[in-house]
């Protein structure tokens, strides 16, 4: 089953880009692009030739592939619904994070073999906010595992169930928030960074990848897409305690999960603005102190 | 038997002083590496099954292993590097890079108090005049002066602490806290760090790499050995932890900030000597709390970061050697576009760069691994230790974040993007010794990255192996499948798509301005700079900034430097008070000799008078059956 899972969650991928889109243009009362889009995009940049910087080097050649292999590597490890990964072992979870690490430090060189301003400008701006957020990260990852006494991805997101909500609610509702945010800003979305700008000073993730073109930016489209898939799964399994349920209505529930969270991502992009650059890491240390505290309040009056 | 590899290096020291310049530059790297080869044999290999039993002697075979791994390569490497340099250069520097390795291996070996405090002045005196090797510029002086003072402020501690051993009552916790200064000096914690950044960019790269990669260690070797006996664990696991933490997140925060690529590179080793603290801090708090599992985890952790570290950094110091040799700088601003002209060496700087912030799947991470592994047990365990966990995790990934920052920084301002000067434009790959020395070290890191897990199987198989079965074999699956699906992805990318090898040439995206410029591109500075910004309550940035002004501008500039704090608001303000009071008292010494005979004719009467008056009530000799104490020295565990 978990065979099936992963790979429905490798073609899926693309699609929550898309749901968010949709959800954005129902709030606008726009049409938006089609549900699909990402789907075309990537299908037709596989077709296309490259063109690469005569300054470049093979930094930015293989940059985009290494990336991509690192997201489907830590693809291995997550569970989906109630499915443990095959490859599943205590400490997991610090290779899990690692390697989306390794995919977006292969991104950040790629970026700056260019020697373009712009994309050294997304590229430090990316390194600043991914440092920040990977405390808050393994802040949330500290109290799942004090939650549940298990070190693996596997074991321990899916060791959640009705009794961690009915016991430290309040604790489990403050790490969602902080790792709600988290997911936001790695994976480069609204109020953090915006994915549509088209005005390069404005942008981080997209300024960095700005010189890759034809199947190497299909490559960086689907890995994105990837990570923002694992990261809501990370946060479905979190709030859902589906083990509780028999495994087909799990399964229904997970990507039932995903879909709404790609939908309320959608909300946020369009009720929230952007907050300035200067502000995010005040967010930042906004959500680290949730955790921090999730993790007090958990020790002190729920254990 | 075990004086045969310190002899030799001594003789080739001798030699290489005797010779002819041409001869004693073969004499000494001969010998350099024959003594590190010898010290393989004789202390490690021949006593290799100890390694894994913890026996007595498992700490001094461990140490030894970065001195000489590090010191066959540096010893290869410095031909390439010395080439060009003058007779006298040539000569002074085998003498005394022999002479260091000796006393190097000297401290591991000799276990009297005297003795190892004799080789440890060797050793700090002889990589200062290494230190000193371009004595003729001023920064030179003044790193090898700051060096020289660290050195014997660190013996002043370590004799004070050897004579506090010998009381017929130690008090160990007097002693763990002279230990933390005495060796804590040589091992850069913070605080106690100033000397690190100024005496690794002076130091010829060869030294610098073996200084950072087996030297700094030491420090960790002296603790251990001689200030830990009887402390209790939980306070010297608190005190690690708290050092290690401070030095980690702080030594990061000011590498990033630097643009001078070996002050860089000093700065990330106090980083990771604080990664090790951190490691060693929880081993101690799960020794305190009787949890084998934690401890045996974070000591594993930080013994295999020393040996990633001295992997990588010593690689990396190599790489900065090769950027000067080539350029005739280090600062990374004026560099950019290495990487075409110097494939080779930017190619080993960025992997090495990528490996020591921890990413899989090159060594670095493994250290790393094992010490949140132990962090994460120690939560689940509970109590004070969860907390102390929590910090060490929150810190470790911290560190790592900006670890990435710092070397994406350095690999991609000196070696990516244009060139940003006429010295770089015209830079060219150094000669193969060089390259292939540094590769050997990455040769060796990426060997034991794929060995490490085995590590993981061993200490797992010490406990619990239900918990741990599969970790090993997962861990191998983890980095086997990474390459098969980066490999996949290759082939897909540039053999299989249907137009994957139709690649256009063009120029970089200039957002459609006409003629794009290598200065108009990020520099190292301006990449950290929203960092530096966001921790300059810590950093205290020194900004030079000119406006633009007038109606018709003239040139305006911005400048941004971090100079360390340690030196800044710690030891210059301590030294100014101490020279203020010296200026204060200078009148006495007046040159007039009969005021130094009054002086002393008054410091006799008032000593005598001072016998005469205690000794009054002196105990009666004859109840005096005082005995000399007794003398022990353990050999460390």
Request: hydrophobic residues 55%.
């Amino acid at each position: 089953m978990w065979y099936i899972c992963f790979f429905l969650s490798l073609l899926l991928a693309p699609l929550v880009p898309g749901i968010i889109n949709k959800t954005k243009a129902f709030y606008a009362g726009r049409y938006g692009p089609r549900l699909l889009q990402r789907y075309y995009d990537i299908v037709k940049l596989l077709k296309k030739g490259t063109v690469r910087s005569t300054t470049s080097t093979w930094v930015l050649a293989l940059a985009p592939s290494i990336s991509l292999a690192a997201t489907l590597t830590a693809a291995l490890f997550m569970p989906f619904a109630v499915y443990k990964s095959p490859v599943s072992f205590e400490g997991d979870i610090i290779v899990f994070f690692y390697l989306l690490a390794a995919g977006r430090v292969a991104l950040i060189f790629g970026a700056l073999d260019t020697g373009s301003a712009f994309e050294g400008m997304g590229a430090s701006r990316e390194a600043q906010f991914s440092a920040l957020c990977e405390s808050i990260v393994f802040g949330v990852i500290a109290f799942i595992i004090l939650l549940t006494g298990r070190l693996s991805l596997s074991t321990s997101l899916i060791g959640l169930d009705f009794t961690a909500w009915s016991q430290t609610g309040t604790s489990l509702a403050l790490v969602a928030v902080a790792f709600f945010a988290a997911l936001l800003a790695e994976n480069s979305r609204v109020p953090f960074d915006d994915p549509e700008t088209h005005l390069e000073l404005t942008m981080i993730h997209e300024a960095m990848v700005l010189d890759n073109s034809g199947p190497d930016f299909a490559f960086i489209q689907y890995a994105s897409a990837l990570k923002l898939w694992l990261m809501i799964s990370f946060i479905v399994l979190l709030i859902l305690p589906l083990k509780a349920t028999s495994p087909i209505v799990s399964g229904l529930l997970f990507f039932g999960g995903v879909f709404v969270i790609s939908v309320i991502i959608g909300i946020v992009e369009s009720v929230i603005a952007r907050f300035r650059l200067l502000k995010i890491p005040q967010v930042f240390a906004g959500a680290l102190a949730l955790t921090l505290i999730a993790i007090m309040i958990y020790m002190v009056f729920e254990i | 038997m075990t004086a045969i590899p310190i002899l030799i290096l001594f003789s080739g020291s001798l030699a290489s002083l005797i010779f002819k310049p041409r001869y004693s530059a073969i004499f000494g790297c001969i010998s350099a590496c024959v003594g590190s080869v010898a010290a393989l044999v004789f202390y490690i290999i021949k006593d290799g099954s100890l390694i894994f039993s913890y026996t007595n002697n498992f700490l001094e075979i461990f140490f030894m292993i970065p001195i000489a791994l590090l010191g066959i390569v540096a010893a290869i490497n410095s031909i390439g590097y010395l080439k060009g340099h003058s007779a006298v250069h040539v000569k002074t520097y085998w003498f005394f890079f022999n002479l260091m390795l000796a006393s190097m291996f000297s401290v591991l070996v000799l276990n009297a108090p005297v003795h190892f405090l004799l080789a440890w002045e060797a050793m700090g005196i002889t990589s200062a005049a290494l230190v000193a090797f371009n004595f003729r510029t001023k920064e030179s002086t003044r790193a090898t002066w700051i060096y020289l003072i660290a050195c014997h402020a660190g013996a002043v501690f370590l004799i004070l602490m050897f004579i506090a051993r010998t009381a017929v009552a130690p008090n160990w916790t007097v002693i763990f806290i002279l230990a933390l200064l005495g060796f804590g000096l040589k091992c850069g914690f913070m605080g106690l760090h100033v000397w690190l950044p100024e005496a690794h960019p002076a130091a010829p790269s060869p030294v610098s790499a073996i200084m950072s990669g087996a030297m700094i260690n030491l420090g960790f070797f002296g603790i251990l050995k001689f200030g830990i006996n009887s402390v209790s664990p939980a306070a010297a696991g608190w005190t690690f932890l708290l050092l290690g933490i401070a030095g980690a997140l702080l030594g990061i925060m000011f590498a990033m900030t630097q643009s001078n690529i070996k002050r860089l590179l000093a700065f990330s080793s106090i980083e990771n000597m604080g990664i090790i603290a951190i490691g060693m801090g929880l081993g101690f708090l799960g020794l305190s709390r009787d949890l084998p599992l934690i401890a045996s985890f974070a000591f594993t952790g930080a013994v295999l970061h020393i040996i990633n570290h001295a992997l990588l950094k010593g690689c990396l110091f190599l790489c900065a050697g090769a950027v000067l040799k080539a350029t005739g700088s280090l600062d990374m601003d004026e560099m950019g576009g290495l990487m075409k002209r110097m494939p080779q060496t930017g190619t080993l700087f960025a992997l090495n760069g990528i490996g020591i912030s921890g990413i899989p799947p090159l060594n670095g991470f493994m250290g790393e691994f094992f010490i949140y592994m132990a962090a994460l047990m120690g939560l689940v365990s509970g109590g004070s230790i969860a907390l102390g966990s929590v910090g060490a995790a929150v810190s470790l990934a911290f560190a790592g974040g900006l670890a990435v920052a710092t070397f994406s920084k350095a690999a991609g301002a000196t070696f990516l993007g244009e060139p940003r000067s006429e010295i770089a434009a015209t830079a060219s790959e150094v000669s193969p010794i060089m390259v292939l020395s540094s590769a050997s070290l990455f040769v060796l890191s990426v060997c034991l990255s794929f060995i490490a897990p085995l590590v993981l199987y061993k200490v797992g198989a010490f406990f619990d192996m239900s918990l741990f079965s599969n970790a090993f074999f997962n861990i191998f699956i983890a980095y086997t499948s990474f390459l098969i699906i980066t490999v996949t992805v290759l082939l897909l990318r540039f053999q299989l798509l249907p137009r994957s090898k139709d690649n256009i040439p063009g120029m970089t995206w200039d957002c459609g301005y006409a003629k794009p410029a290598a200065r108009m591109a990020y520099t190292g500075t301006a990449f950290t700079q929203p960092l530096t910004n966001l921790f300059s309550p810590l950093l205290q940035p020194i900004r030079n900034l000119i406006k633009p002004a007038g109606l018709f501008p003239g040139p305006a500039s911005v400048q941004l430097e971090v100079s360390d704090g340690g030196v800044r608001f710690l030891w210059a303000p301590i030294f100014d008070r101490i020279s203020s009071f010296a200026r204060k008292i200078h009148p006495a010494q007046s040159g007039r000799l009969h005021a130094y005979i009054l002086a002393m004719v008054v410091a006799t009467i008032l000593m005598l008078a001072w016998g005469l008056l205690a000794g009054q009530d002196q105990p009666d000799p004859e109840n005096d059956n005082h005995q000399p104490p007794v003398i022990q020295y353990s050999n460390g565990d």
